[in-house]
């Protein structure tokens, strides 16, 4: 898998933090090899794990102003056991062992640390990214939860990414600022980091019975057609009070439709994935075929050159 996905939106209250912690813990089921960090001032996803705030020595601070390594300040939280996946997920013995959730925390240091990133003269946008190379490819999976806002922080978590998760209520005001994210993406894409693709927009504490609620949604899905998650996060009680005991829904009660829902979307992401590692390799596959056959054509001296090289000049390719 090896990548790195933002959870960011500007907009307060949307669910980021709730889907970065519970995404984590269901990648860690799975078993991934997850990192979820935290750079947000606010620091929810950090107590969201278990961890006090207060008593962090190296966080995501000190990385960013460059004063210590991720490698030094990441902390390594308990695995789970087995008898926390849902009893409706069949566990094989013979699978992996669980890893545990790497997290690198943060507190309410990295306003100040926003205040001193801008004051750098160059290179500012790129510390988080430079931060995590060392260590990037030991794990399979990197969550990173942005503050909302589009400031430093988040910037710097854009630029570090593959791609981002949209979280939104499908309210008027949270489809507005979505706008403002994708414009956000775009000059990213143009200026910094030409690889960031949006891998979805996920809509949180979705109450069907809510008119408005399907007239957002379907609004969504007529802009951005399959890059809206086809899994559902509900309202859910479980969801909204796992924080208060320190550990995701899936620790909390694993059984709930909270829990269950983020299990679905680590399972559509990473069936998304194959799916664009499959088409990609079919790409390649009808791009080999048609060279060759161009290249027989013209070997033969048949008139066949238009068709087969023409197929070969335009072999499939992944939609983004």
Do not use: W
Request: glycine residues 8%; neutral net charge; contains cysteine.
């Amino acid at each position: 898998m090896k990548r790195v996905i933002a959870v960011a939106n500007q907009k307060g209250g949307v669910g980021k933090t709730t889907t970065a912690v519970n995404l984590a813990a269901s990648f860690t089921v799975m078993r991934r090899r997850v990192l979820l960090i935290d750079i947000d001032p606010q620091g929810n996803a950090t107590t969201g794990c278990g961890v006090d705030k207060r008593a962090i020595e190296r966080g995501a601070c000190e990385v960013l102003l460059g004063e210590c390594s991720a490698e030094a300040a990441l902390l390594r939280l308990s695995a789970r056991d087995q008898a926390a996946a849902p009893a409706a997920m069949a566990m094989d013995d013979s699978a992996a062992p669980l890893q545990p959730l790497s997290l690198l925390p943060a507190n309410q240091d990295l306003t100040s640390a926003e205040v001193r990133l801008l004051a750098l003269p160059a290179g500012r946008e790129q510390r988080l990214r430079q931060a995590l190379a060392p260590i990037r490819n030991r794990f399979d999976l990197i969550l990173i939860d942005c503050p909302p806002a589009l400031n430093m922080l988040t910037v710097n978590a854009l630029v570090a990414a593959d791609a981002v998760v949209i979280p939104m209520q499908c309210e008027y005001y949270a489809l507005e600022g979505l706008s403002a994210l994708v414009e956000t993406i775009e000059q990213i894409q143009a200026s910094a980091n030409p690889s960031l693709q949006i891998e979805g927009i996920l809509r949180t504490m979705f109450d069907p019975r809510n008119n408005l609620a399907n007239e957002v949604s379907a609004q969504l899905m007529m802009h951005f057609g399959d890059r809206v998650f086809r899994t559902l996060v509900p309202r859910n009680v479980r969801l909204a009070e796992a924080p208060s005991f320190g550990r995701p829904a899936l620790d909390h009660d694993p059984n709930s439709r909270g829990a269950l829902a983020y299990l679905a979307l680590a399972g559509e992401m990473l069936r998304r994935e194959e799916e664009t590692a499959g088409a990609a390799g079919t790409a390649g596959v009808a791009g080999t075929a048609g060279a060759a056959g161009a290249a027989g054509a013209a070997g033969s001296g048949t008139d066949a050159m238009g068709s087969v090289g023409g197929a070969g000049a335009a072999p499939l390719r992944a939609i983004p």
